[in-house]
């Protein structure tokens, strides 16, 4: 079991737009003809904070429909947030604030032996890993600069020790996938 970041990045280290856009990212590829599709297979549990959890919401209608989509995730998810969210009927998800380790046991337990997906911003994924709980960073690099936005990892890991390059994959003519141990803390 771990507790992974999974995400892509423009080639200057942006996750989105200043105005939280993903527009960037869609063309470069299909989603599932990336490591994705295996990826979600192992998630037993996903953590994501309020903006995240925003964009989902506002990104959850199908353009020109009016139709609302069901929540993508089978999976409970857990946001982080200081501000009242509307739910989402018939998901599980669950609304909690403060420390992640307070909240980290609860998902592992609700996960199953299988992984945990921090999804979205750098920030909750910041916090994770200076509590001691991330154990893997998987981040496909795209082909464009974004030149400013919402950064990948609003944090320093820095150190001999900080980060082990687990793996390097190519996929499609946009993306490369890179894997990243983070060594347990002494």
């Known amino acids: 079991?771990?507790?992974?970041?999974?995400?892509?990045?423009?080639?200057?280290?942006?996750i989105a737009t200043e105005e939280d856009s993903l527009d960037w990212l869609f063309p470069l590829?299909?989603?599932n003809?990336?490591?994705?599709?295996?990826?979600?297979?192992?998630?037993?549990?996903l953590a994501m904070g309020s903006s995240t959890y925003e964009w989902m919401l506002r990104h959850g209608v199908e353009p020109g429909t009016g139709a609302p989509q069901s929540w993508p995730y089978a999976q409970p998810?857990?946001?982080?947030?200081?501000r009242q969210l509307?739910?989402?009927?018939?998901?599980?998800?669950?609304?909690?604030?403060?420390e992640v380790r307070r909240v980290h046991?609860?998902?592992?337990?609700?996960?199953?032996e299988k992984n945990i997906w921090i999804v979205g911003g750098g920030d909750l994924v910041g916090?994770?890993?200076?509590a001691g709980l991330l154990d893997e960073i998987i981040v496909q690099i795209g082909s464009v600069t974004?030149?400013?936005?919402?950064?990948?990892?609003p944090r320093r890991i820095i150190g001999a020790s900080a980060l082990r390059l687990t793996s390097v994959q190519r996929f499609g003519p946009g993306f490369a996938e890179l894997r990243y141990e983070v060594p347990a803390r002494p």
Do not use: C, N
């Not at 998810?77 to 200081?82: E, G, L, M, N, Q």
């Not at 989402?88 to 609304?95: E, K, L, N, S, T």
């Not at 916090?127 to 200076?130: A, G, T």
């Not at 974004?146 to 990892?153: E, M």
């Open 146 to 153: 974004l030149g400013k936005g919402k950064p990948l990892l």
């Open 77 to 82: 998810t857990w946001v982080f947030s200081t």
């Open 29 to 31: 590829g299909d989603i």
């Open 1 to 14: 079991m771990k507790t992974q970041y999974y995400t892509a990045s423009s080639l200057d280290g942006f």
């Open 127 to 130: 916090q994770f890993h200076d």
């Open 105 to 112: 046991d609860e998902m592992r337990r609700a996960a199953r």
């Open 33 to 45: 003809e990336t490591s994705y599709p295996d990826f979600i297979q192992e998630v037993g549990a």
């Open 86 to 98: 509307e739910p989402v009927p018939g998901a599980d998800i669950r609304f909690v604030q403060g």
